[in-house]
């Protein structure tokens, strides 16, 4: 073997160096993914802080010149008691508080947006669509095998939904409650892990302002026309949080430039 200070051995030595070189760089350069990554539809709501009930929320879309705001902001409203970490697609958070059923908090974090559902038969959406019933519930009982699932009592027997309070037909049950009219669900828990928050839904307001029990809710016009742009074919997410969490987060989750601060 030639010694090291032979020329062929110090070519072969400096084409070694730089292709360990090359790939040390191009493991740093990969790129890394974010709980944002595939998607090119975002819904963006923003708070105050954790103990907000009111937030704001803007639509975004990607293509080549990265995130583009859709359409104006508007005004949404929170959990009665703010919002607090669910479990989604994002990593997990150490700080601030965590969701929990019954806590009154709208999850935090990054969410996929899930099949659309109201009282009409059928709407102008492309998202999957589910047409509830009066035997319609989302099962909010933690020990139930169906925890935090859309379900027909017609199929899966009264037994089976007895205790939930999430009758899907709010203007059957409750004289003509519009909120869930029309909405989509907020794909939080998907695990379906007991105790950690079910039945979390994008819906209509009874009036402007009122606060949820851990939904996002908003006017029906603006619900109209989210449900009207979303496709599944752009893998469409749902972001919620604090203002300071989502300057923090931006950058490393990829989330989009705010047109707009939280007011």
């Known amino acids: 073997m030639p010694s090291l200070f032979h020329p062929a051995a110090r070519r072969l030595l400096a084409a070694l160096t730089c292709l360990m070189a090359f790939a040390a760089t191009g493991a740093a350069a990969a790129p890394v993914a974010t709980p944002v990554h595939d998607a090119r539809q975002l819904v963006v709501v923003t708070s105050n802080g954790w103990d907000a009930t009111q937030g704001?929320?803007?639509a975004?879309?990607?293509g080549e010149h990265g995130w583009q705001p859709h359409g104006a902001a508007f005004d949404v409203s929170l959990g009665r008691t703010g919002s607090a970490w669910g479990l989604g697609l994002h990593p997990a958070q150490q700080h601030g508080p965590h969701k929990r059923e019954g806590d009154g908090r709208?999850?935090?974090?990054?969410?996929?947006?899930?099949?659309?559902?109201?009282?009409a038969d059928h709407i102008e959406s492309?998202?999957?669509y589910q047409a509830?019933?009066?035997?319609?519930y989302c099962m909010d009982v933690p020990a139930s095998p169906l925890y935090n699932q859309i379900v027909d009592a017609d199929k899966v027997g009264a037994d089976a939904v007895k205790g939930s309070t999430e009758a899907m037909r709010l203007d059957l049950h409750n004289k003509g409650d519009v909120r869930y009219r029309?909405?989509?669900?907020?794909?939080?828990?998907?695990a379906a892990v007991p105790g950690q928050g079910s039945c979390i839904f994008a819906h209509l307001w009874r009036a402007p302002g009122e606060a949820t029990a851990g939904c996002t809710a908003m006017e029906p016009a603006h619900m109209t026309a989210l449900l009207a742009w979303l496709s599944p074919r752009a893998r469409p997410l749902?972001?919620?949080?604090?203002q300071a969490e989502y300057t923090?987060?931006?950058?490393?989750w990829g989330l989009p430039v705010q047109a707009e601060a939280a007011h």
């Open 56 to 58: 704001r929320l803007q």
């Open 60 to 62: 975004y879309e990607r």
């Open 106 to 119: 709208s999850p935090a974090g990054v969410f996929t947006i899930g099949p659309a559902f109201g009282y």
């Open 126 to 128: 492309a998202l999957p």
């Open 132 to 136: 509830m019933q009066a035997s319609s």
């Open 182 to 190: 029309e909405g989509f669900v907020i794909e939080h828990n998907a």
């Open 238 to 242: 749902f972001v919620l949080l604090p």
């Open 248 to 252: 923090r987060l931006q950058r490393a």
